[in-house]
């Protein structure tokens, strides 16, 4: 009886792990990698949502028609992140009991906000493709919350630069931002870095509409009437759209400069009605290259995209899932080339991912230490009389990200604040297409 007491104690011991020497059971390989997407698929935010979850169904069945993970295929359950923090978070714990591999997507920042600590908490690995606040890694070390984009300031910083090289006659500036950590973020480093590389250019207004207001005509009034040089936003999807529609009728754009951050997110409607020489960024788009026809590989996806869907792939802001889909799959590639061959675990996963590298569509990556990726991102100035029926950039500057990214561990304003005024003549020459 004792020996058989005794052999129960140990068996329950190694079933919990509970020093014994013995780990817990090796996961058995499924028969499908469970993915939950969540994306807008409603409101305002379907404008990014929908290419979102079109380009995530285009990796998925890429993954799996060259035989999977590890042989064994992607299942993936989409959910509207529509409904705000609140909601996402409940649904997010509704998920999180569903066994799911791992949770991709995301877009607006309060909700990966919310959503992040309680990933952490249930142990969910969570990969967030859109999201870009600074504060969501800020004051945390997460284990299983990563995000295959730079924050908010790479891109923002990469936009003074441009807007101060490409204009050194600025004077005074003025934003129009969502009013939320994405939006308060962005027109901070924005005036940050102008201040540091230009301390003569005054900001003489910072307007904050709510996010999916879609009504702009009191805030354009005002900048209107406050003539700043340049202007710079990072409203996007409908917001933008809306934006520059209202924006152009009532002749903003012919008196001041526009900046916009994510001009890509503006969609097929918003880039018809962009008038030429605004200033505009994105990271994932072919309308900064002389276009597909000399880029095979954005070649091939955009021929791929408009097949399957039957539109132009525009809002090119929604392809990072797909790099969020290659970093899983080099996960677990990883993982079960460091153990053998077995299935990993969630804390396998997680712990490989830092230092991957991927060459990806649109430039290398690299996941860091602090769970972000790094990235390149361009800047250029919208023309119209391409080959396409839209606005696309031209005079494109391609920062690298080691010239706009935080280093680890440091700070955006502290490293905005190290930077000489002289960081200006480090900028590449600006590429002129035919």
């Not at 052999?7 to 028969?31: C, D, E, I």
């Amino acid at each position: 009886m004792k020996r058989i007491l005794v052999l129960l104690v140990l068996a329950t011991m190694a079933a919990v792990g509970l020093n014994t020497g013995v780990s817990p059971a090796q996961p058995v390989r499924p028969k499908a990698v469970r993915v939950a997407i969540a994306t807008f698929y409603s409101g305002s935010g379907t404008v990014t949502g929908v290419p979102e979850a079109n380009f995530a169904k285009m990796k998925i069945d890429e993954i799996n028609k060259a035989g999977g993970i590890g042989g064994v295929p992607i299942e993936a359950q989409y959910v509207d992140e529509s409904g705000g923090p609140a909601k996402n978070v409940t649904q997010f714990r509704q998920l999180a009991t569903q066994h799911f591999d791992a949770v991709i997507g995301y877009i607006s920042s309060g909700d990966c906000l919310a959503v992040a600590p309680v990933a952490e908490e249930l142990h969910q690995l969570t990969i967030f493709s859109s999201c870009s606040t600074d504060a969501l890694f800020a004051g945390h070390h997460y284990q299983y919350v990563f995000r295959t984009i730079p924050p908010t300031s790479a891109p923002t910083i990469a936009g003074a630069l441009y807007t101060l090289t490409v204009d050194p006659s600025v004077k005074t500036i003025a934003g129009i931002n969502p009013d939320y950590a994405y939006g308060r973020d962005a027109w901070k480093y924005y005036t940050e870095a102008v201040h540091q590389f230009r301390p003569d250019v005054k900001a003489v207004g910072d307007l904050w509409p709510e996010l999916f207001s879609g009504k702009y005509s009191n805030e354009i009034s005002r900048l209107l009437a406050l003539h700043p040089d340049v202007i710079f936003s990072v409203l996007w999807g409908g917001d933008l759209v809306a934006f520059i529609q209202q924006a152009n009728a009532q002749g903003l754009f012919a008196q001041s400069k526009l900046v916009l951050g994510t001009v890509n997110e503006a969609g097929l409607t918003g880039l018809k009605a962009l008038p030429d020489g605004v200033i505009g960024g994105s990271s994932n788009t072919y309308l900064f290259h002389p276009g597909p026809v000399t880029e095979p590989k954005i070649k091939q996806l955009f021929a791929a995209y408009r097949s399957q869907f039957n539109e132009d792939p525009v809002d090119m802001y929604a392809y990072p899932i797909q790099n969020s889909f290659a970093v899983l799959q080099a996960a677990y590639r990883k993982a079960m080339a460091r153990n053998g061959g077995k299935w990993p675990t969630t804390e396998e996963l997680a712990q490989v991912i830092v230092g991957l590298r991927l060459n990806t569509v649109f430039g290398p990556l690299e996941m860091r230490a602090d769970h972000n990726a790094t990235y390149h991102e361009m800047y250029g100035i919208s023309v119209h009389g391409s080959q396409y029926p839209f606005a696309v950039f031209n005079q494109v500057v391609d920062f690298p990200s080691a010239m706009i990214q935080t280093p680890v561990g440091v700070t955006p304003d502290s490293w905005i604040a190290s930077l000489p005024p002289s960081y200006l003549s480090k900028v590449p020459k600006p590429t002129r297409y035919p």
